[in-house]
T-cell receptor, first 110, second 112 residues
Framework: AQRVTQPEKLLSVFKGAPVELKCNYS??????LFWYVQYSRQRLQLLLR??SRESIKGFTADLNKGETSFHLKKPFAQEEDSAMYYC????????????FGAGTRLAVHP | DGGITQSPKYLFRKEGQNVTLSCEQN?????MYWYRQDPGQGLRLIYY???????QKGDIAEGYSVSREKKESFPLTVTSAQKNPTAFYLC???????????FGSGTQLSVL
């Protein structure tokens, strides 16, 4: 079964500290993975996708097929990074549907 | 202003009542989705539609129904068969050839 696991419900750090939000997946084949973010009182929006190998707002995520992980990292957290982060995988089978993890709330303290 | 609009923002349902949540998009996207968001459970897919007049059940379709009569509209009906309807409902759309989902601002449904 295709599944996304985010083991941490809450991650609390101080401003300037490194951040790593964990995401593990189960999938047969070549996965396509994404990170979505929901800031307070804003819509859920795409942060980054693994195929783009991009850095958005200082965040990066590397797909590790050996560990089936797609952890989201930022070297120096900012207060404005506080939000709910969801890891998602694109389901196979002919219909493009995203399967989301349970989400991790990141709280960055001053 | 292009985008995806959900209404109402808050909705209350009485016992035995069916309620319909609206989702409209003017992005000309082919695919539309309904997700349910519960604390600690993330987003779970209810129904999705790839094209007009076609839709598929997601992981938690029981107690819900949808229609896709127009490309821009994908209403979700929460029926009386849904015994635990209190949740935050999110609608999303996606353009053909893209994996990026655009989300609405959501509807909070509560039971009276």
């Amino acid at each position: 079964a295709q599944r996304v696991t985010q083991p941490e419900k809450l991650l609390s750090v101080f401003k300037g500290a490194p951040v790593e939000l964990k995401c593990n997946y189960s999938y047969s084949g070549s996965p396509e993975l994404f990170w979505y973010v929901q800031y307070s009182r804003q819509r859920l929006q795409l942060l980054l996708r693994h195929i783009s190998r991009e850095s958005i707002k200082g965040f990066t995520a590397d797909l590790n097929k050996g560990e089936t992980s797609f952890h989201l990292k930022k070297p120096f957290a900012q207060e404005e990074d506080s939000a709910m982060y969801y890891c998602a995988i694109l389901s196979s089978g002919g219909y493009n549907k995203l399967i989301f993890g349970a989400g991790t709330r990141l709280a960055v303290h001053p | 202003d292009g985008g995806i609009t959900q209404s109402p923002k808050y909705l209350f349902r009485k016992e035995g009542q069916n309620v319909t949540l609206s989702c409209e998009q003017n992005l000309n996207h082919d695919a539309m989705y309904w997700y349910r968001q519960d604390p600690g459970q993330g987003l779970r897919l209810i129904y999705y539609s790839q094209i007009v007049n076609d839709f598929q059940k997601g992981d938690i379709a029981e107690g819900y129904s949808v229609s896709r009569e127009k490309k821009e509209s994908f209403p979700l009906t929460v029926t009386s068969a849904q015994k635990n309807p209190t949740a935050f409902y999110l609608c999303a759309s996606r353009d053909r050839g893209s994996e990026k989902l655009f989300f609405g601002s959501g509807t909070q449904l509560s039971v009276l």
